[in-house]
């Protein structure tokens, strides 16, 4: 109403001017205005995005950015409503904002639509109407969305079709960083994807030990073998494959396993608890990423194994031969003999024995002085397991004085290793 008011005036101005006499003058043909053209619509697009992030911005929200692949699918949307003459979310082959984004191969956290008609161009009266509906102010002004596409198309009866697409791009790097997806969040090569999902790998592993060491713990241990076994698992889960089966030396200790499906690191790292517990020092971590029914917008698998750690490789020679002692003991008792006491020399002989066992020598040369000494050796992977030739034998009656020696060489991908046992007894 106030700009057909100022037209008004103008002409009774222009009126009044024409009908005052003037004194020599010549007369003068009316000057007529140029046709006003309306702005193209990538104009009104870039102004709509000027006025949505204006909003963001007064209330201390961060802004949106015009994101190029974005921007082509909502003004495809808002052609095919234009076509149409119909508002609606489904094109006319029934694909839905999310059926767009997946068939453009963007990845993302979250999305959401926003679609109007609107008989005027003026930006700010679109952005108006848009804020005074519900659900188009509370997309508008969600925090979770950090791109958008705006596509403005106007309509053969006159008017304009809106599209405003936001979308959330998936990063695994945490907030305030720069977000790592290849072509701007499009799906990339196989190449690039593996070079991504190491660095994926990279950041987790990092977090994870900044995590630990606010904590006070020691960083956790990521070995080859076991990095190479969870890159199975999330495999597996990614594509919805069964579980592959652990190899057999794995099953011999004790293996948490850990499953997270997020969309970027900051996701995953809340469900990661479990690293700040000292009971696990080692295991392995895989990741892929995949489109799914659930995820559309794609999302990372992850895949820890995490490794009960008995601390064996921070005990002392006497601590190990303890824990092997506790069993013999302990079989011992259940049989109704007498427990044992480790015999200090006939000990030292069998350390001896278990270091050149471990070493990998032959054990053609014994002392003379074990001449008569019943020798028995073993190895185990679990010093609380006692062969069961072994329990038969010391659970025997008449046993006066055992020595018992035990040699220890950790494993570089498991946390326990293999303990190398001589028992001497008479």
Do not use: C
């Amino acid at each position: 109403m106030k700009s057909t008011r100022r037209r008004i005036m103008s002409r009774v101005l222009l009126f009044l001017a024409a009908a005052t006499p003037v004194i020599h003058a010549a007369p003068q043909q009316e000057e007529r205005a140029p046709a006003f053209t309306p702005p193209e619509s990538a104009e009104i697009e870039d102004q709509l995005l000027s006025q949505l992030n204006r909003a963001r911005i007064e209330r201390g929200m961060s802004p949106v950015r015009m994101h190029p692949a974005l921007r082509e699918i909502a003004r495809g949307h808002s052609r095919d409503m234009a076509e149409r003459a119909l508002l609606s979310h489904s094109s006319t082959t029934g694909e839905t904002y999310t059926d767009r984004l997946g068939a453009a191969e963007i990845w993302f956290a979250e999305h959401a639509e926003n679609v109007a008609f609107s008989e005027t161009y003026v930006a700010e009266i679109i952005h108006r109407s848009l804020m005074e509906s519900p659900g188009h102010r509370e997309n508008i002004l969600n925090t979770i969305f950090d791109s958008v596409g705006i596509g403005v198309i106007q309509a053969e009866g006159g008017g304009y079709f809106v599209t405003q697409d936001f979308i959330r791009i998936l990063t695994a790097k945490p907030s305030g960083e720069a977000g790592l997806h290849p072509e701007e969040s499009r799906s990339a090569g196989a190449a690039d994807m593996e070079a991504h999902l190491e660095e994926v790998v990279r950041q987790t592993q990092a977090r994870i030990n900044e995590m630990r060491r606010s904590k006070g713990l020691p960083d956790f241990l990521f070995t080859a073998r076991a990095n190479a076994l969870a890159g199975q698992f999330a495999r597996s889960r990614a594509e919805g494959l069964p579980a592959p089966l652990l190899p057999p030396d794995f099953r011999r200790i004790q293996v948490l396993h850990l499953f997270v499906t997020a969309p970027d690191l900051e996701s995953a790292t809340q469900e990661m608890e479990l690293f700040l517990h000292h009971a696990f020092r080692s295991g392995g971590m895989g990741v892929r990423f995949a489109r799914t029914a659930e995820h559309p917008g794609g999302a990372y698998f992850f895949a820890f194994l995490l490794f009960l750690d008995h601390h064996y490789s921070e005990m002392s020679v006497d601590d190990h031969r303890d824990l092997v002692l506790q069993q013999i003991n302990l079989l011992r008792l259940r049989a109704g003999r007498r427990a044992f006491t480790a015999h200090s020399w006939l000990s030292g002989e069998a350390l001896r024995i278990s270091q050149s066992l471990r070493k990998g020598e032959s054990l053609t040369r014994i002392s003379s002085s074990l001449l008569g000494y019943h020798i028995e050796t073993y190895a185990t992977e679990d010093p609380m397991k006692v062969p069961e030739r072994t329990s038969v034998s010391i659970s025997r009656a008449g046993i006066r004085s055992l020595g018992l020696g035990v040699a220890y060489e950790p494993d570089p991908d498991l946390p326990t290793g293999t303990f190398w046992v001589t028992l001497i007894y008479k």
